[in-house]
């Protein structure tokens, strides 16, 4: 499966757009670019996923460039509900059993 | 449909005692997960059943942990002879159809061996 890179925190203050972008120089030809967000003493919940170009949904937007060896997951105006634990998961399609491999995600501090 | 549930929710054990914790997937999700996850790291890939088979298993699962789900519904993790080191949130997942579908988590159990 191919590794992500993704910052380890990032600040932010309620109202503003927060991006959080993702390496995965290595990501297979059919391998899908999968966020999921994770409260304290909670399971991750899925946000988004997406192959190419650009996905929106009713809580964020995912950013795929033509090369696909990264991503960016946007938040429009967050609040201080959106403090959580951000991670960008590649290769979910390769294989049959969907294993999700996460790192150590991005820690998102948002401030009032 | 409640979604994916966990019991017990937190689980406390002195070393040496063997415990079970169930997982009750949504409704007609024939692929259900085991992850475990330790503090300030993601959750880490335990096992995976597709109906009532494990089809995976992770080199993590040493021979004292072992997992069921009969009848392809609800999943057990059993630990035996636990140790310190088996201190984690053990969380339950499940998702239907392709691989790559969204899985769906539960709350986790907690557990703490003393």
């Known amino acids: 499966l191919a590794k992500t890179t993704q910052p380890i925190s990032m600040d932010s203050y309620e109202g503003q757009e927060v991006n959080i972008t993702c390496s995965h120089n290595?990501?297979?030809?059919?391998?899908?670019i999968t966020w999921y967000q994770q409260f304290p003493s909670q399971g991750p919940r899925f946000i988004i996923q997406?192959?190419?170009t650009k996905v929106t949904n009713e809580v964020a937007s995912l950013f795929i460039p033509a090369d696909r060896k990264s991503s960016t997951l946007s938040l429009p105006r967050v609040s201080l509900s959106d403090t959580a634990v951000y991670y960008c998961?590649?290769?979910?399609?390769?294989?049959?059993?969907?294993?999700?491999?996460f790192g150590q995600g991005t820690t998102l501090q948002v401030k009032p | 449909d409640t979604g994916v549930s966990q019991d017990p929710r937190h689980k406390i054990t002195k070393r040496g005692q063997n415990v079970t914790f169930r997982c009750d997937p949504i409704?007609?999700?024939?692929?259900l997960y085991w992850y475990r996850q330790t503090l300030g790291q993601g959750p880490e890939f335990l096992t995976y059943?597709?109906?009532?088979?494990?089809?995976?298993k992770s080199r993590l699962l040493s021979d004292r942990f072992s997992a069921e789900r009969p009848k392809g519904s609800f999943s057990t993790l059993e630990i035996q002879r636990t140790e310190q080191g088996d201190s984690a949130m053990y969380l339950c997942?499940?998702?239907?159809?392709?691989?790559?579908?969204?899985?769906?988590f539960g709350p986790g159990t907690r557990l703490t061996v003393l």
């Open positions: 997942a499940s998702s239907i159809g392709l691989a790559y579908n969204e899985q769906f």
């Open positions: 290595n990501i297979a030809t059919n391998d899908y």
């Open positions: 997406g192959y190419k």
């Open positions: 998961l590649v290769g979910v399609g390769s294989g049959n059993t969907g294993k999700l491999i």
């Open positions: 409704s007609e999700h024939n692929r």
């Open positions: 059943f597709q109906n009532e088979a494990q089809l995976e």
